[in-house]
C-alpha cells in the first residue's frame, strides 16, 4: 500500500486536466476546486484509475451574504482524503448526479438535496430519506437561515 | 411461478415497517415480491431524525461533544471519538498518549459491547433465541466493566476535548482481565456454534451473498465489507489516537455470505481481547487531559474512525468562534443500507430480518437531523408537540 502522500500526488494526476486550483490544508488532505459542468468527467476518472471511494458528500451553507453553496464530494484512499469542491450559488442550485459513474452516491445525493435545497440533475431516487412526508417544500433545515435563534428559544434563554 | 401474467404487470408490494414485529428498529422498507421471492427492494428512514447536525451550530465545542454523543446508545464512544479528534486537530492541541490509549481502550470496550448484542439481535432474527439470551447474559459482563470504568452502562462520555476523564487504576485493570477471560471462553464457543449448528446454518450459509466486486461498487464498511474479502478498516489504513501504538490485524472473510459475516464479527472480538490486554500491559504513563482553548482557530477537518459497523466519517468546519460552523456526520450504516437492497433480491420474504440484520444497521445513527416545525418553519418545543399530538388524537 503506497503512503498518503503517494496516493494524493497521483490524485494530481489524474484530476490535472480539470482542476487548477489544488488546495493541502492539511498533511494528508488534498482539496481540488472544480466546476460543476466537469465533475462528471473528474469522478469517471477516479473510478477509472481506481483511486479510492467515495466517502461521503457535504453540503455547505456559505451563507446569504457569499450567496453561495459549496459541495464536497469526500474520496478516501487509505489515509488519503480527496475532497472535490464544487461552488455553486445560492439561487436555484444544482449539481449533476454522479449516480451514474457510483450508484451508492444515491442517498448522499438524497440528504443533500433534501437538506440544503440542491437539485441534484438525473439522481435515480428523489423521494426524501429523512424529512418526514409533511415537511415544507421549500425548506431546508442545513441553509444557515433555517430556524436561526430556534435552540435559544427552546431553552427560554 | 411467475405472477406477472396473472396480474396483468401489476406489482404486489410488501411494507414493512416503520413498526413492525420482525423490525425492532424504525425504518421502512417496500419489497416487491414474486410469490415469495423479493424481486426489487426501497428504503424510507428518518423515523429516529432529531436535528443534531443543526443543533450543533447553535452550541458551543463542549455542548456539541455531549450532544454528538447522543447520536447513538450503542456507540457513543465512537461519535465522540471522532469529534474529539477532529477538534483537536483544528485547534492544533496535542493530546497526552495515556489519554489516547486509554481512547482506544473504550473504543474497544465498546466494539465487543456492540458485537455481543448483534449476535444476539442476529440470534434472535434468526429464531434462534437460546443463543439470543447466552450472549446478552455475557453481554452483561463487558457492560459491567464499562460502568465500573466510567460510571455509565452506554454513554460512557470517556472523553473531552483535550483528553479523557478518567484513568485506569491497576485494580479495574484486573477487573478488565477477568471479564476479558470469561468472555473469551464464550466467544470460542460461539464461533463454533454458528460454524456447526446446521439448522442455523441454513439461514446464513449462502444467504445475502455480497461478491468483493459488489461490496466496492456499494461501498459498503466495516464488517460488512471484510466479510466480502475487503480489507477497509480505518485502524489499519489511517490509524488515529493509539492505534499506531496497537496495531489491528484486519479480519477477513470471503465467501460474502450471512455466515461470514458471523465469523468476521466473532473473531473481531479475539482482536479486541488482545489489544485491551495489551493496553493494559504497557499502558504510557503521564496526564490525561491537555489544556483546550475555548475558541477553535478557523479551518476545516475530516476525521475518521472505525465504528464496531465501519467507517464513521465526520467533517468539521471552524470560524473561529465558540461554536461549530458545521458538523457533517456520515455513519457506517448509510454506507451499507444499499447493500440490503441489492443483495435483498432474489431471497425469500422470509430471510428478509436476517439480511438487514447482516450489516449491524443502526437507525439512530442513520437518523440524526430533523427538527419538526409547522407550515411557516417556526420551530416547536418539546411541550408544544405533546399539546399537539394530545389535540390531534383527542380530534380523531
New interface residues.
Given amino acids: 500500500m503506497s503512503s498518503a502522500q503517494e496516493r494524493l500526488a497521483a490524485a494530481r494526476d489524474i484530476l490535472a486536466a480539470w482542476v487548477n486550483d489544488f488546495q493541502e490544508p492539511e498533511p494528508e488532505r488534498l482539496d481540488a476546486g472544480i466546476a460543476p459542468a466537469d465533475l462528471m468527467a473528474a469522478v469517471r476518472a477516479l473510478q477509472t484509475a481506481h483511486w479510492g471511494y467515495l466517502a461521503a458528500i457535504t453540503g455547505l451553507d456559505l451563507g446569504a451574504e457569499a450567496g453561495q453553496l459549496e459541495v464536497l464530494y469526500h474520496f478516501c484512499s487509505g489515509a488519503a482524503v480527496m475532497t472535490l469542491r464544487v461552488p455553486i450559488p445560492r439561487q436555484e442550485s444544482s449539481v449533476p448526479s454522479i449516480c451514474e459513474i457510483i450508484p451508492s452516491a444515491s442517498v448522499f445525493e438524497r440528504e443533500l438535496a433534501e437538506m440544503l435545497g440542491v437539485t441534484v440533475i438525473g439522481t435515480p431516487n428523489t423521494d426524501r430519506l429523512f424529512l418526514a412526508d409533511d415537511w415544507p417544500l421549500d425548506s431546508y433545515p442545513l441553509r444557515k437561515d433555517a430556524f436561526v435563534g430556534s435552540a435559544e428559544k427552546e431553552q427560554g434563554a | 411461478m411467475s405472477t406477472d401474467g396473472n396480474l396483468s404487470g401489476k406489482r404486489f408490494i410488501v411494507p414493512i415497517g416503520p413498526q413492525h414485529p420482525a423490525l425492532k428498529e424504525p425504518g421502512h422498507f417496500s419489497f416487491t415480491v414474486d410469490g415469495e421471492i423479493v424481486t426489487d427492494a ?1 428504503v ?3 423515523y429516529a ?1 432529531r ?1 443534531i ?3 450543533t451550530e ?2 458551543n465545542w463542549t455542548q456539541s461533544l455531549y450532544l454528538l454523543e447522543r447520536i447513538c446508545g450503542i456507540c457513543s464512544h465512537v461519535h465522540a471519538l471522532a469529534y474529539c479528534l477532529g477538534v483537536e ?1 483544528l485547534a492544533g492541541v496535542e493530546v497526552p498518549p495515556r489519554a489516547q490509549a486509554i481512547r482506544v481502550l473504550v473504543a474497544e470496550l465498546e466494539r465487543i459491547h456492540s458485537h455481543f448484542l448483534w449476535l444476539g439481535v442476529a440470534a434472535h432474527e434468526a429464531g434462534f433465541d437460546t443463543l439470543f439470551m447466552y450472549t446478552w447474559r455475557d453481554r452483561e459482563t463487558v457492560m459491567d466493566i464499562l460502568e465500573a470504568l466510567t460510571g455509565n452502562r452506554v454513554n460512557y462520555s470517556a472523553n473531552v476535548l483535550g483528553g479523557v476523564k478518567f484513568d485506569v487504576t491497576p485494580e479495574i485493570g484486573d477487573t478488565i482481565r477477568r471479564g476479558l477471560e470469561f468472555l473469551e471462553g464464550r466467544t470460542h464457543h460461539y464461533l463454533e456454534v454458528v460454524t456447526t449448528d446446521q439448522v442455523f446454518l441454513q439461514r446464513t450459509r449462502g444467504v445475502g451473498v455480497m461478491s468483493l466486486e459488489q461490496a ?4 459498503v464498511v466495516g464488517p460488512t465489507a471484510r466479510a466480502s474479502g475487503m480489507i477497509r478498516d480505518i485502524r489499519v ?2 490509524p488515529y489516537a493509539a492505534y499506531a501504538d496497537y496495531p489491528v490485524q484486519p479480519v477477513l472473510a470471503e465467501a460474502g455470505d450471512l455466515e461470514a459475516r458471523f465469523i468476521v464479527r466473532i473473531k473481531e472480538l479475539f482482536e479486541s481481547y488482545r489489544i485491551i490486554r495489551q493496553i493494559l500491559d504497557t499502558l504510557p504513563v503521564g496526564e490525561l487531559q491537555t489544556r483546550m482553548p475555548r475558541r477553535v482557530k478557523a ?4 476525521s ?1 474512525v472505525e465504528a464496531p459497523r465501519g ?1 464513521l ?1 465526520y ?1 468539521i ?1 471552524s470560524n473561529g468562534t465558540d461554536n461549530p460552523e ?1 458538523v ?1 456526520v ?1 455513519t457506517p450504516t ?2 451499507n ?2 447493500s440490503v437492497l441489492v443483495t435483498a433480491v432474489g431471497h425469500q420474504l422470509a430471510d428478509m430480518p436476517m439480511i438487514l440484520a447482516g450489516i449491524d444497521p443502526c437507525f439512530s445513527c442513520n ?5 419538526v ?1 409547522d ?1 411557516d ?1 417556526a ?1 416547536y ?2 411541550e408544544q408537540i405533546r399539546h399537539h399530538g394530545i389535540a390531534f388524537y383527542q380530534g380523531k
Fill in positions: 426501497s424510507r428512514l428518518g431524525h436535528g447536525e443543526k443543533a447553535s452550541r486537530k466496492e461498487t456499494l461501498g489504513e489511517a479551518g476545516e477537518t475530516v475518521r467507517e466519517f467533517f468546519k458545521r457533517k456520515r448509510l454506507c443500507m444499499a437518523d440524526r437531523t430533523v427538527i416545525a407550515a418553519g420551530a418545543t418539546w
